[in-house]
């Protein structure tokens, strides 16, 4: 059930993160509080999606009144996740001090592209959370190994894949820089 959530908000942030992005940081507090009830509470299955769905709500209408402070969340956690999942694909032991290293380093590299280039750095954060996303799902539905070649070049894949689809509708302005 969790996975084929997870699948789907994956493919949402994947194609149309930029354009929704209000929704986007949504989707991303609906994870994260789904992560943390998952790790750190001992909740049946229907308390930890309520307790997701709040957070995403909040994120949601924060992301809405205050854009940039809630983008600059999103791009932490957006671009942390996909580097420390694709540092884990790699074979990194998941939440070893290493995975947490690589977690808040590439999450603060997030926030500072976010402020640098907010359309580009929704689209390529949108991109990793999504391609993660879809990787870390795929790995539960379809049961490949939870390292190695095959689920790093699906991630590459979508993120590349996600990257071009939505750099496509950017304006002409913002493909010249």
Do not use: C
Request: no cysteine; glycine share 10%; hydrophobic share 65%.
């Amino acid at each position: 059930m969790l996975a084929i959530i997870q699948l789907i908000t994956g493919a949402i942030q994947l194609f149309l993160g930029r354009k929704i992005f209000w929704l986007m940081v949504g989707i991303m507090g609906f994870l994260i509080g789904l992560f943390l009830t998952f790790y750190l509470l001992d909740w049946p299955v229907w308390l930890r999606l309520l307790a997701g769905l709040g957070v995403g709500m909040v994120f949601s209408v924060l992301a809405v009144f205050i854009q940039k402070p809630m983008a600059a969340i999103f791009g932490f956690f957006a671009f942390g996740l996909a580097i420390a999942t694709l540092a884990h694909l790699w074979g990194a032991i998941e939440y070893s001090p290493l995975y947490w290293i690589i977690f808040v380093s590439a999450g603060l590299v997030g926030v500072i592209l976010v402020f640098a280039l907010f359309d580009w750095a929704l689209i390529i954060g949108t991109s990793l959370s999504g391609a993660g996303a879809v990787v870390t799902a795929l790995e539960s539905l379809a049961r490949f190994p939870k390292n190695g070649l095959l689920p790093v070049l699906i991630f590459l894949i979508l993120l590349a894949i996600g990257i071009v689809y939505q750099a496509k509708y950017l304006s002409p302005r913002l493909t010249e820089s």
